[in-house]
């Protein structure tokens, strides 16, 4: 593996759905811890090589829900924190060659998104309803956007969130 390639990284996470009246705070910090603490931890073991090598790229899977979607309370904050971290990783670490951003996919057609929405069910209806591009993302799809980042080609891209989300977010707060 080249020094660069060992410089990028991307961070995933872990959801539940509740509202916010059913949620505990228990699985709030849970899925808070989740989501944020492995970035974060990730990037302080990284730092030093990142640093030394004046290279690095850090890319952060965020999600759409952190522009509003129903159910989706804790890992929305969750979200939305690591989208910050994000931020102040790339204005702190800019001066050493170091961007840092985060990809939020939209609805993507993988195993479990479609365990729990089977074609022709409602929840795809649902889902489908939300997306101007009238289908869903393939998971290379989100990759591809992961590469960009990765790559030499994004080396003047920091500090952003990259919506992966075939027009979902449009109009979202």
């Known amino acids: 593996m080249s020094p660069k390639m060992a410089a990028c990284y991307t961070t995933l996470g872990l959801q539940i759905t ?13 899925i808070l811890d ?27 899977a965020s999600s759409l829900v952190t522009r509003g979607l129903p159910f989706r309370t804790s890992y929305a904050a969750a979200k939305s924190v690591l989208e910050s971290l994000t931020r102040r990783m790339a204005v702190e670490l800019a001066r050493n060659g170091i961007t840092a951003d985060a990809v939020a996919p939209g609805p993507t057609e993988t195993e479990l998104f479609r365990e729990n929405n089977p074609e022709g069910s409602e929840g795809e209806k649902v889902y489908l309803a939300k ?21 030499d080609n994004a080396g003047f891209v920091t500090r952003q969130t990259l919506f992966v989300d075939g ?7």
Do not use: C, K
Not at 34 to 60: E, K, W, Y
Not at 167 to 173: A, D, E, P, Q, V
């Open 18 to 30: 509740s509202g916010l009246s059913s949620l505990t705070f228990v699985d709030f910090s849970h």
């Open 167 to 173: 027009g979902s977010s449009l109009g979202m707060i």
């Open 34 to 60: 989740l989501n944020v603490q492995p970035a974060l931890q990730l990037t302080q073991a990284l730092l030093p090589g990142m640093r030394n090598a004046r290279f690095g790229r850090i890319v952060n």
């Open 131 to 151: 997306v101007p591009m009238g289908r869903f993302a393939s998971p290379i799809e989100i990759a591809a956007a992961i590469v960009f980042l990765n790559g």
